[in-house]
């Protein structure tokens, strides 16, 4: 099984500030299968990044992802108050397509 | 505009069994892989299953591997997951999702859940 494991698990920052979010994979996942999904309280995942740094449709140009091997990254550059929420990471590489815990983004 | 709609959720023994469906709108079923993700509450998002468009293939967490079947009915634009010998750990919000699966895999889409409480 591949183990996500993300990194910080709470990140607290103030509106314009930026956030840089860790996902890292315990085995080789193609980025081609690694997503990042937004979570807010009361509400359904939605899809941010797919293939590790292609924004999804809609997804503001704040949001950003990389890779380098087994990490990947996902970065907001400045945020907007609407972005404290609850970012997950998923791989579609090898079953099962497992979750990383994720990480919460709050307002300091 | 796509639409997943997930029902069938409730309060059900331990022991006991439940169906859930997912009714899809907005493209073709049966072109598209399938999902389910649970939330326990307060937890993070742990990943059930997917079954494939003609629905010959299907994938399962080992946490629910020999309790729980997934299927659809592409001629209902339905997507089902049989649940038995339900546990305590088993509650969670269950979220269907539509999967984009080739060059990239992921989850484009998602419904708003629905809730199983297992619990005496």
């Known amino acids: 099984e591949i183990v996500l494991t993300q990194s910080p698990g709470t990140l607290s920052l103030s509106p314009g500030e930026r956030a840089t979010l860790s996902c890292r994979a315990s085995q080789s996942v193609s980025s081609s299968y690694l997503a990042w999904y937004q979570q807010k309280p009361g509400q359904a995942p939605r899809l941010l990044i797919y293939?590790?740094?292609s924004r999804a449709t809609g997804i503001p140009d704040r949001f950003s992802g990389s890779a380098s091997g087994t990490d990947f990254t996902l970065i907001i550059s400045r945020l907007e108050p609407e972005d404290f929420a609850v970012y997950y990471c998923?791989?579609?590489?090898?079953?099962?397509?497992?979750f990383g815990p994720g990480t919460k983004v709050d307002i300091k | 505009e796509v639409h997943l709609l997930e029902s069938g959720g409730g309060l059900v023994q331990p022991g006991g069994s439940l169906r859930l469906s997912c009714a899809a709108s907005?493209?073709?079923?049966?072109?598209?892989?399938l999902a389910w993700v649970r939330q326990a509450p307060g937890k993070g998002l742990e990943w059930v299953s997917v079954?494939?468009?003609?629905?010959?293939?299907?994938y399962y967490a080992d946490s629910v591997k020999g309790r729980f079947t997934v299927s659809r009915d592409n001629s209902k634009n339905t997507l089902y997951l049989q649940m038995s010998s339900l546990r305590a750990e088993d509650t969670a919000i269950y979220y269907c999702?539509?999967?984009?699966?080739?060059?990239?895999?992921?989850?484009?889409?998602w419904g708003q859940g629905t809730l199983v409480t297992v619990s005496s």
């Open positions: 998923q791989q579609y590489g090898t079953s099962p397509f497992t």
């Open positions: 999702a539509k999967i984009i699966w080739g060059s990239f895999r992921y989850n484009d889409y």
């Open positions: 079954i494939s468009g003609t629905g010959y293939t299907t």
């Open positions: 907005g493209f073709t079923f049966s072109s598209y892989a």
């Open positions: 293939g590790a740094s």
